[in-house]
């Protein structure tokens, strides 16, 4: 069954633990209209969270049309309901909000979030395609690559992890904020790295700084520019 997506009209703020808040232009994904007057969904960037809300605070966005996406700037998200991504990544854009902020997410991660749309350039159909499909087979080609191993010489660097990423499918890793991640090998902008638990997956370079042990010295930083907007912040907190 296909997902069902609403953009919401209005900010609504939840007044019991059964209810989701949102911001206005967020993406909420719908689960159940069998109540015609609160529907039940889901939000949320980093910790998606379920609940009921107004059905007439949203509407349906019926045939979506998915468009991709290249960051001008990197964007740290604030809120629980913002995507975070450094400058040069590809995102998927659902919603362009007329309040400035647009609702999307990195490629190959799972929970939308918004993010302002100033931040990002719309990619042409015609290049889009080509380099979906670069980034999809290169993730594809690193997980059937990866062999988990309890070696320690395998180990190619350490990343620590700044923003946490919630894997969604196999193959690849769940990090936290804080967490020390052993690097096994490099890839186009995911890493294959193994956690204190000793599981073996994927992991977003982006959100992470690593260093590298032929040079110690030399740290891979996260983005080359972070640019916080504090004023449209504000309206979405």
Known sequence: MSKVFAKALYTFTATSDDQISFARDEVITVSSREDPGWWVGSVGAVLKKSGKFPSNYVELIENPTIQYARAKWGFEGKESNQVSFT???ILEVIVKGSSGWWSGKPLQ???????PGDYVDIIPDSEALPIIEKIKESTSKTIKETTPTKSSSDVIGEATVIYPYKADKEGFLTINEGDKIEVLKKGEGWYTGRDSKGNVGLFPVDYTTVEFKENPRKTETV?????RHKEVCEEHR
Not at 109 to 115: A, D, I, Q, R
């Open 223 to 227: 983005g080359t520019k972070v640019v």
């Open 109 to 115: 991660t799972e929970n939308y979030g918004l993010f």
């Open 87 to 89: 400058q040069g990544a």
